[in-house]
């Protein structure tokens, strides 16, 4: 009887969670024309504070593999009215840049994942609501997750 309840429960639980995140998507507006929305939801963790989510934002194109690109742009945080969520928003990818190493002519193309230029993107880690992103057609969202050590340093 103790493990029927404890399923119906979870059940429950796990249904409350699952509205509850369709409902925090209701802030977010949908994409406008030429952009997409890009949604990351964040797993738990036991000191969130201790955590930095790293958002990275480019496009997998063919470059020569030896030389370092970048595109130029940036990652613009916004307020939702009414919400006081934050999205972000890349408005858009500019040119290309990139070192001038001389590369053999002959030397194949490759795939690469090239970012937007500039200091790592940083914000605060939070699970209990999702990262919202919107990002020109054919970008792709990255991120990583940073954690601090336990100890301190004097």
Do not use: C
């Not at 063919?62 to 970048?70: G, K, Q, S, V, W």
């Amino acid at each position: 009887m103790q493990k029927v309840i404890l399923i119906v429960l979870a059940s429950l639980l796990a249904i409350s969670f699952s509205n509850h995140a369709a409902d925090n998507m209701k802030a977010f507006p949908p994409a406008e024309d030429g952009m997409v929305r890009k949604v990351l939801q964040l797993p738990e963790q036991a000191d969130e504070s201790s955590f930095k989510l790293e958002l990275i934002v480019g496009k997998t194109i063919l470059t020569d593999p030896e030389n370092r690109y970048f595109f130029a742009g940036s990652i613009e945080r916004k307020t939702i009215q009414g919400w006081g969520f934050s999205r972000y928003l890349v408005s858009q990818f500019g040119p290309m840049a990139g070192t001038l190493m001389a590369v053999d002519p002959n030397v194949a193309q490759v795939e690469r994942f090239i970012a937007l230029g500039g200091e790592p993107y940083l914000i605060r880690y939070n699970s209990r609501l999702p990262v919202v992103v919107y990002v020109p057609e054919g970008a792709q969202v990255r991120y990583r997750v940073w954690h601090a050590g336990q100890e301190f340093k004097m």
